[in-house]
């Protein structure tokens, strides 16, 4: 299930650049995510606006039963590391690596 235990789901649209930012820093530190795009999908569109007091604010995270509106790639992380220890990886990408990954040039695997 999306953003249910074991995953981390970000909702985002299209040239939001808070997405993008939270994106590039879940690659750069290689944790892995689901993303749904709130124009594309309505469902995902209604769970945003439940999440963020009737807003569309993205991006929105959810990790099992925590959920978080615009949140740090720090929170994040201390999200799924409680929530979705395997989103994470085994070890933190060196600076390089996390570099490639936040560029899109490298997977975002352990």
């Known amino acids: ?8 789901l970000v909702y985002t649209r299209p ?10 820093g879940l690659r750069r530190h290689g944790v892995r995510f689901e ?7 309505a ?9 963020a007091d009737g807003n569309e604010t993205v991006p929105t995270v959810v990790i099992g039963s925590w959920s978080a ?3 740090s790639v720090e929170a994040v992380r201390a999200a799924a590391a409680e929530h979705a220890p395997g989103a994470l990886p085994d070890s933190e990408p060196g600076i390089v690596d996390g570099a490639l990954r936040a560029m899109g040039l490298r997977g975002s695997g352990s």
């Open 1 to 8: 299930m999306p953003g249910g235990e074991g995953s981390v």
């Open 15 to 24: 040239g939001c650049p808070f997405c993008v930012s939270l994106r590039a």
């Open 35 to 41: 993303e749904s795009d709130i124009w594309q999908d």
């Open 43 to 51: 469902r995902a569109a209604a769970t945003v606006r439940e999440l």
């Open 69 to 71: 509106v615009n949140p």
